[in-house]
């Protein structure tokens, strides 16, 4: 049976979240998946059939921590099916949620040395109310400059579920060398 290592960055839980939700939705395909944090020292890649990276963009950017990884597993990623989302909110605009125009995916993929076959992008959510003064008043403001809603009582989560599934969907087609994403 294929297994997928499906490791996250996650700051507010979302990424892990998605991360999750692949799984319990692979394992209803027949694929057997284990999560873990991306800096989680424990978890194994080479013991994997496929690789998952998922990671949510904090004030522009992803954590370092997963170039770290990409740089110190780079010719096991490189070996197998493998495939990369990111979490953020500028993808909640229709016009910013693939991987051609989501421009945090377009500059990562630009920078890693890994490419992989398949790559996602899923909003995030808003929760002003777990955020420290600091960071609330900075998303208040990039959300008033992007016409988002700047309202402190505001939890939105953007995630497109069915999306997350239908990526899945193709993650099971990679490790079972089924479907499109793994021709
Ligand atoms: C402090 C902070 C900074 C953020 N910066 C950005 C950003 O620069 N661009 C963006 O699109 N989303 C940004 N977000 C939104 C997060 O990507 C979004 O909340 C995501 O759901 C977080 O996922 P996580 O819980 O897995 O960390 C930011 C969120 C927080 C809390």
């Given amino acids: 049976m294929a297994k997928v290592l499906l490791l996250y960055s996650s700051v507010y839980g979302l990424s892990r979240r998605i991360s999750e939700r692949l799984q319990a939705h692979l394992a ?11 800096t989680d020292a424990a978890a ?11 990671a949510s963009i904090r004030h522009g950017k992803h954590n370092p921590a997963v ?8 010719a096991l990623l490189q070996s197998k099916p493998s ?13 910013r949620n693939t991987r051609q125009t989501n421009p945090y995916l377009r500059r990562f993929m630009a920078q890693s040395p890994w490419q992989p076959k398949l790559q996602g992008v899923f909003a995030g959510e808003l929760d002003y109310a777990r955020y420290g003064p600091l960071d609330r008043r900075m998303m208040q403001f990039v959300m008033w400059l992007n016409k988002g809603p700047t309202d402190p009582t505001t939890k939105v989560e953007f995630t ?11 993650v099971a087609g990679l490790a079972t060398g089924q479907g499109a994403a793994s021709a």
């Fill in 160 to 170: 497109d579920w069915k999306a997350v599934e239908g990526f899945a969907a193709e």
């Fill in 67 to 74: 170039m770290d990884f990409i740089r110190k597993h780079l």
């Fill in 83 to 95: 495939a990369f989302f990111s979490v953020n909110l500028v993808a909640r605009k229709p016009t």
């Fill in 44 to 54: 194994d890649p080479a013991a994997f059939d496929a690789i998952v990276v998922g």
């Fill in 28 to 38: 209803s395909q027949g694929v057997a998946a284990e999560v873990a944090a991306i």
